[in-house]
């Protein structure tokens, strides 16, 4: 089951490794994706807890609260590592 999971990511970076058809603004890194998809993962779980559900699970208000936190780092993290991939003001294209 593993490998198969590995192997569908392997896919899926070799899909994403491929420009794009048409002009994108900013490029991230593959650790960058990999902070998107853990954030994605997180909201969906905390959209998930419900009033009901983190009571009778024993969470505190802390425990979502940092994961958002957690979320936000991430987020900060890929914005501020994203690079253009065009020029916006109509200059030169960044180096490679």
Known sequence: MTT?????????AVVAAR???VAVGYGI?????QLLCR???ATQLLATLNADVAFYAGFSESGPAAVADYVA?????VLNGAVPLHP?????PPPA
């Open 39 to 41: 954030a994605q993962q």
């Open 73 to 77: 780092r991430d987020l900060e993290t």
């Open 19 to 21: 420009p794009a058809p």
């Open 4 to 12: 198969d999971r590995n192997q569908k990511r392997r896919q899926r």
């Open 88 to 92: 916006i003001d109509g200059g030169e």
């Open 29 to 33: 890194t593959e650790d960058a994706h």
